[in-house]
């Protein structure tokens, strides 16, 4: 009896080390292939950074409209990956709070400065400032970002052609105005221009058309640019975004609410009487529940503009929308126009 209970002993002893063996054997195996898996990685990191992006090192970028969203996140973003940013921001001169916190970061590669994208006598003294801070002014700039931006909506008869101007000035002719001033720093660098355009470029909706305007303008003036520039190996690219209204605040329920009582004291007598209110307040309370939807971060954004910048081979667009947008963009986009009229206003 005592031999069997040993002999049990015994095999129950060599089970438990086979299992703690096995065990060894499998959280060994775990950690190679996670060292595999992990070296792997950093390989596939180096490869694609030496053969797909630029160094970032030395590099140096201007953009506009810094004050807040995406202007300003990326201003900080860049600077984190180590490029010198030329930060341009329109209340820098009244101590606007984006201003002043990148001014805080007191860093020796973050240059923020007043400026006004309307305003020629402030783009001329833009250029100034950045010819004197750049490391090598024969070597040109690496990077101009059109960012700076302002949006509206209504329908035409309740958007005052003042309203339109506006716009355009800030969103077209701020773009046009920007990069023909930088164009000889950035030719000379070989470099890029990105210009922060709109879904809105390549699709037409209601009560959108003083903001879609000029949109559809950065478009055809960055596919006439992209292609002058080419013989100077200069890319040029269009950032189409989507709905990032929460994440950049450009427009708030209030906001909304106060452009639409502005629309209806501006409208004309006649517009009022045929219109009626209703399909004011209908335009209103839409835009209101556009302005909480979308995407919540800019994360998106920064990074199509990031590598917009530092990818070797960029793309010509970079389309950024949440499912609703992107379906909504192709359909808009790509079918026949009486098709997609009808599927949208229906």
Known sequence: MSLNISSGQ????????????????????????????????????YIQNVA?????????VLITGCDTGFGFALAKHLHELGFTVFAGCLLKDTNGNGAEELQGM????????????????????????????????????????????ISTFGDVEFTTLDKYKEVMDVNLWGTVRI????????????????????????????????????????????????????????????????????????????????????????????????????????????????VVCGAKQTTDVLNAITDALRSKYPYTHYTLADTYSWIEFQIMAHLPTAIADWIYIS
């Open 52 to 60: 797909y992006y630029k160094e970032v090192e030395g590099k140096e």
């Open 106 to 149: 007191q860093s020796d590669r973050m240059h923020v400065f007043q400026l006004n994208v309307c305003h020629e006598g402030e783009v001329a003294k833009a250029v100034e400032f950045v010819k004197q801070h750049l490391k090598n002014p024969e070597k040109g700039l690496w990077g101009v970002v059109n960012n700076a931006g």
């Open 179 to 290: 990069t023909k001033s930088f164009l000889p720093l950035i030719r000379r660098a070989k470099g890029r221009v990105v210009c922060v355009g709109s879904t809105l470029g390549r699709m037409c909706k209601p009560s959108r058309s003083c903001y879609s305007i000029s949109k559809i303008g950065v478009e055809a003036f960055t596919g006439c640019l992209r292609q002058e520039m080419y013989q100077w190996g200069v890319k040029v690219i269009n950032i189409e975004a989507g709905n990032f209204i929460a994440a950049t605040e450009l427009f708030t329920k209030e906001g909304v609410e106060r452009r639409g009582d502005e629309m209806w004291e501006e409208a004309s007598d006649i517009v009022r009487a045929d219109y009626g209110k209703t399909p004011l307040v209908h335009q209103v309370t839409r835009m209101k529940s556009i």
């Open 10 to 45: 015994q095999i129950s002893d060599v089970s438990k080390l086979s299992k703690a063996l096995h065990g060894k054997r499998e959280i060994t195996g775990r950690v190679i292939l996670n060292g595999i898996s992990e070296t792997a990685e950093f390989v596939m990191d």
